[in-house]
């Protein structure tokens, strides 16, 4: 994902106009793989505020599949 998907100017540019994006690490940040139960990498989430989950995604994405996950996320959570 960091190579192809990330990198790509148009989900950059969806992220930053829609969300504050937060990376975890495996093995350097265990306590959030468990509190939001990630068995899986990569996973993605979408959280409100105060951290509670609102959408989710699992596995690898391509950009123009990564852009429509976020934008079915947004529609769910209201903001679109």
Same mark, same amino acid.
């Given at each position: 994902?960091? @190579?192809?998907?990330?990198?790509?100017?148009?989900?950059?540019?969806?992220?930053?106009?829609?969300?504050?994006?937060?990376? #975890?690490?495996?093995?350097?940040?265990?306590?959030?793989?468990?509190? #939001?139960?990630?068995?899986? @990498?990569? @996973?993605?989430?979408?959280?409100?505020?105060?951290?509670?989950?609102? #959408?989710?995604?699992?596995?690898? #994405?391509?950009?123009?599949?990564?852009?429509?996950?976020?934008? @079915?996320?947004?529609?769910?959570?209201?903001?679109?």
């Amino acid at each position: 994902m960091e @190579t192809g998907t990330f990198p790509n100017n148009d989900v950059q540019k969806h992220i930053a106009e829609h969300f504050v994006p937060v990376k #975890y690490e495996s093995g350097k940040n265990s306590e959030q793989f468990s509190k #939001y139960a990630i068995f899986a @990498t990569p @996973t993605f989430f979408i959280l409100d505020v105060s951290g509670d989950e609102l #959408y989710r995604m699992v596995g690898f #994405y391509t950009p123009e599949d990564f852009i429509g996950h976020l934008i @079915t996320a947004l529609q769910i959570i209201g903001k679109l």
